[in-house]
């Protein structure tokens, strides 16, 4: 990341991206409303500041509760130790629609392949993987893309 990328903070200290957080300040404002690069600047430090602050309590929370990594309800309760008990039902509808994106992404990603599958096509293709392995490993040519019906796992 370039240092003008990040808005009064050294490389090594946490920070947002100042072009992404430029674009989303537009975004949720009426397009004829323009706003002032110091007004964007102390936006931007507004947000890191909050997330710090955020971050901070839900450590607390969990350490709280002996935990040794931050979970999203960790996170919830110091929104409502912090007094943010009205974004609560909304922050927690945004988690639940990234765990569903990021469950349809991994289903529609090179995980799903085997599930498509028919028992004797999933042998098939751990065969043709097998075999271009090998030949990797042998320094060879990568086998064709469908190996022989009657090939066998001890080929």
């Known amino acids: 990341m370039d240092s003008m990328d990040i808005v009064g903070k050294s490389k090594e200290d946490a920070s947002l991206p100042k072009a992404t957080m430029t674009k989303i300040i537009k975004e949720m404002l009426p397009p004829d409303v323009r706003v002032a690069r110091d007004a964007q600047d102390l936006l931007i430090e507004c947000c890191v500041e909050f997330i710090n602050l955020v971050s901070s309590e839900s450590n607390e929370v969990c350490n709280r509760e002996d935990k040794r990594t931050i979970a999203p309800e960790h996170v919830l309760k110091a929104l409502q130790v912090l007094g943010f008990s ?30 498509d599958m028919t028992e004797e096509e999933a042998l098939l293709e751990q065969q043709r993987m097998f075999a271009e ?13 469908q190996p022989d019906a009657d090939q066998t796992l001890d080929s």
Not at 88 to 115: C, F, P
Not at 136 to 141: D, F, K, Q, S, V
């Open 86 to 115: 009205e974004y609560i039902e909304e922050v927690y509808a945004a988690y639940e629609q990234h765990r569903i994106e990021t469950m349809d992404s991994l289903r529609a990603g090179k995980w799903s392949n085997g599930a």
């Open 133 to 145: 392995a090998r030949a990797r490993m042998n320094g060879g040519a990568v086998a064709s893309k």
